[in-house]
Nanobody, 127 residues
């Protein structure tokens, strides 16, 4: 069993930055794909970014490419999402997710591919 705990959310002005963290307990992330999804009010949960723990391949939604960077620290068993140039439309509840995900963009970006989820951390971007 894997427990995921997110942190780092908050209120920021448009153009600002935040860094989200996702720490795991129960086992290491080794062999897993770990990612971020978000859900804005009235919308479905959507893919943001993911990283394969072994190898480090990264994936991003088009809406965040060039602004967000996902990374990992194996020693701390923690994943990060650096969010720069934030926009009001980035406002959402951000969830960390982990799973043994098949190779391919389609699988990585599909929420049903992930087995473990955190409780979420709120990001609010004011205009």
């Amino acid at each position: 069993q894997v427990q995921l705990v997110e942190s780092g959310g908050g209120l920021v002005q448009a153009g600002g930055s935040l860094r989200l963290s996702c720490a795991a307990s129960g086992r290491t992330f080794s062999g897993y794909t770990v990612g971020w999804f978000r859900r804005a009010p009235g919308k479905e949960r959507e893919f943001v970014a993911a990283i394969r723990w072994s190898g480090g391949s990264t994936y991003y939604a088009d809406s965040v490419k060039g602004r967000f960077t996902i990374s990992r620290d194996s020693a701390k068993n923690t994943m990060y999402l650096q969010m720069n140039s934030l926009k009001p439309e980035d406002t959402a509840l951000y969830y960390c997710a982990a799973g043994i995900v098949s190779i391919g963009q389609l699988f990585v970006t599909t929420k049903n591919s992930y087995d473990y989820w955190g409780q979420g951390t709120q990001v609010t971007v004011s205009s």
